[in-house]
């Protein structure tokens, strides 16, 4: 069973920043193909944020983010991060912590609230 763990979301004024927290198993983080970040606004379809291959050679962002979300993830400690900054009031959205172990990413956690005050 993969079970994937979001903490850190929060309430932050825009311009603030947030880090965003993934735990897993050890067996999930050692033998998922990557691990992501997608996102979820009020009224909205679930958007990629960010995301980070096993060995962290591919990484890749969504154009929205690119220069102020950095993703990165601690072997040694099954953790997966979002640093966020300069936090804008569109980045008000549910974030979740996802794992691909084939060309999809499969498996959810429940999801941390970010909202960004204007």
């Known amino acids: 069973q993969v079970q994937l763990v979001e903490s850190g979301g929060g309430l932050v004024q825009a311009g603030g920043s947030l880090r965003l927290s993934c735990a897993t198993s050890?067996?999930?983080?050692?033998?998922?193909?990557?691990m992501g970040w997608f996102r979820q606004a009020p009224g909205k379809d679930r958007e990629f944020v960010a995301d980070i291959t096993r060995n962290s050679g591919i990484i890749s962002y969504a154009e929205s983010v690119k220069g102020r979300f950095t993703i990165s993830r601690d072997n040694a400690r099954n953790m997966v991060y979002l640093q966020m900054n300069s936090l804008k009031a569109e980045d008000t959205a549910v974030y979740y912590c996802?794992?691909?172990?084939?060309?999809?990413?499969?498996?959810w956690g429940q999801g941390t609230q970010v909202t960004v005050s204007s």
């Open positions: 996802a794992a691909k172990f084939t060309t999809m990413y499969e498996f």
């Open positions: 050890r067996r999930t983080f050692s033998i998922s193909y990557a």
